[in-house]
């Protein structure tokens, strides 16, 4: 049974904003979804989802339909993932400038199919040579041609809503390589645990997660809390967790009395 939430917090703009793009992506990912579904799963009324529906359909991202929402043509799969990557951009490059601390020139390094794990190749070239795996296809075109920066793209199945490549012959590239630090993200935290909407996207990223000396978590302070379908890691699977500034100071300290190795970006309180 879900509990609708009476905290005011929940309905502050940039909530609201950020329950919006996530509605956009759980949608995009399964082609359509009923309002029933979308409030239980954002624990909201029926009324919020429409409104918030309505404001995605004005943008020209969704399409109503009886009962629910579908996803309008194949060009929402590029606005998809156009709006991911500007989403909470400032804090994704505040997280991008602290994981990019963590790497040491002469290195081979991972970046998994997230936007988040993307904002760190701004500050890539100024550590070269570096050797850079990724199987996101986005990653390793901005990446080709940086001088200093050998690029090796894992291939596969191409899922347009990621703009990279998953499944098993993704995961037979992963299993032959090493590499010395992954940097990952997922859709969700919820308690002690990352989640991830998509179970393909899953099991590729836990591959990833094997072939590495140390893995870093990045996370938004943004996905906090909401839900996902599929579990991939508990938090302490991860050397280090990065997340930004907006996170709440009571977040903070769960996190850290469960000796999560939390790091926030600009602030150097925790360690």
Excluded: W
């Excluded at 429409?50 to 929402?76: C, F």
């Excluded at 997280?95 to 936007?115: H, K, Y």
């Excluded at 991830?196 to 906090?224: P, W």
């Amino acid at each position: 049974m879900t509990v609708m939430s009476t905290d005011p917090e929940r309905h502050t703009t940039r909530n609201v904003a950020r329950r919006r793009r996530q509605m956009l992506e759980a949608v995009t990912e399964a082609g359509s979804a009923q309002v029933d579904e979308l409030a239980s799963r954002f624990s909201i009324s029926r009324m919020t989802v429409h409104r918030d529906l309505d404001d995605l359909a004005e943008q020209g991202l969704v399409r109503k339909v009886h009962g629910g929402v579908t996803t309008r043509a194949s060009a929402l799969v590029e606005s998809n993932i156009a709006l991911r990557q500007h989403a909470s951009e400032a804090e994704k490059r505040a997280i991008g400038r602290l994981a990019a601390g963590l790497i040491e020139p002469g290195q081979a390094i991972i970046l998994d199919d997230s936007t988040t794990a993307a904002a760190l190749i701004p500050f890539l070239p100024a550590l070269a040579p570096l050797t850079v795996l990724t199987n996101s296809l986005g990653a390793a075109q901005a990446l080709a041609g940086l001088p200093g920066i050998k690029v090796m793209c894992l291939g596969g199945l191409y899922l347009p809503t990621y703009n990279a490549f998953f499944g098993l012959i993704c995961e037979q590239a992963i299993a032959s390589l090493h590499a010395s630090t992954l940097f990952l993200s997922a859709s969700t935290v919820i308690g002690l645990a990352a989640y991830h909407q998509e179970a393909e996207v899953v099991t590729t990223k836990r591959a990833l997660m094997q072939i590495v000396d140390r893995r870093v978590f990045m996370v938004g302070s943004d996905k906090f809390g909401m839900t996902a379908l599929h579990r991939l890691a508990d938090l302490s699977e991860f050397d280090i967790v990065l997340s930004d500034g907006g996170l709440d100071p009571q977040r903070r300290l769960e996190l850290t009395k469960a000796g999560i190795d939390l790091r926030i970006a600009g602030d150097t309180s925790i360690a």
